[in-house]
């Protein structure tokens, strides 16, 4: 078990251009989140995935984002036409539905920097 | 709904002095709490969790927070700083009854001055 992990880990892209990101969470944790931080803010929320489910989302995941778990085991989040607001640390954790205390277990983090 | 409030969004301190971390949280319902880390360039990383098992609780590398029902509070604290603790500190609340997020506060950050 080496822990959740993302790639890429820093990312540049022009504005306009769609951008994906990928998470592998812990092994058994079947409950996998994507926030988002901007500098000097904390992680804000943007969607959940329980197994393959995805069964909430943040008004802050507008049209252009989306966000699959097609095996309830990886996790990609994918950004259409890009505009400079969506530079950010983008956040993955995973935690397992049996915890009720929710405990998530976060990534390193994916760097998006729109030019 | 739930939210959170990190009181100070800077901290300095002189290393060997003790460190407090204020935090408040609103939760309709009864919350889980934890306090996570954050070095520069580096993920998150847990500190220490309330469960309700017990309101004082011990994380790593010397921290403590107290939950405090009657306050809405979860302060962390730590006796003696070292300059390794210096780095962002997030409160979080977590709504047992609603799994699907966690609330952050905006995050302290946390000086050391030699």
């Known amino acids: 078990d080496t822990g959740v992990s993302q790639n890429p880990r820093h990312k540049i892209t022009k504005r306009g251009q769609n951008v994906t990101f990928r998470c592998d969470p812990i092994?058994?944790?079947?409950?996998l989140y994507w926030y988002r931080q901007t500098l000097g803010q904390g992680p804000e929320f943007l969607t959940y995935?329980?197994?393959?489910?995805?069964?909430?989302k943040s008004r802050l995941l507008s049209d252009r984002f989306s966000a699959e778990r097609p095996k309830g085991s990886f996790s990609t989040l994918e950004i259409q036409r890009t505009e400079q607001g969506d530079s950010a640390m983008y956040l993955c954790a995973s935690s397992r539905a049996s915890d009720s205390h929710n405990e998530q277990f976060f990534g390193p983090g994916t760097r998006l920097t729109v030019l | 709904a739930q939210s959170v409030t990190q009181l100070d969004s800077h901290v300095s301190v002189s290393e060997g002095t003790p460190v407090l971390l204020r935090c408040n949280y609103s939760s309709s319902y009864s919350p889980s709490l934890f306090w996570y880390v954050q070095h520069p360039n580096k993920g998150l990383q847990l500190l220490l969790k309330?469960?309700?098992?017990?309101?004082l609780v011990k994380g790593i590398n010397g921290f403590e927070a107290e939950f405090k029902k009657s306050e809405t509070s979860f302060h962390l604290t730590k006796p003696s700083a070292h300059m390794s603790d210096a780095a962002e500190y997030f409160c979080?609340?977590?709504?047992?009854?609603?799994?699907?997020?966690?609330?952050f506060g905006d995050g302290t950050t946390l000086t050391v001055k030699p």
């Open positions: 092994s058994e944790h079947n409950r």
């Open positions: 979080v609340v977590s709504d047992r009854t609603n799994a699907g997020k966690s609330t």
């Open positions: 309330y469960t309700s098992a017990a309101t």
């Open positions: 995935f329980q197994n393959e489910a995805q069964l909430e």
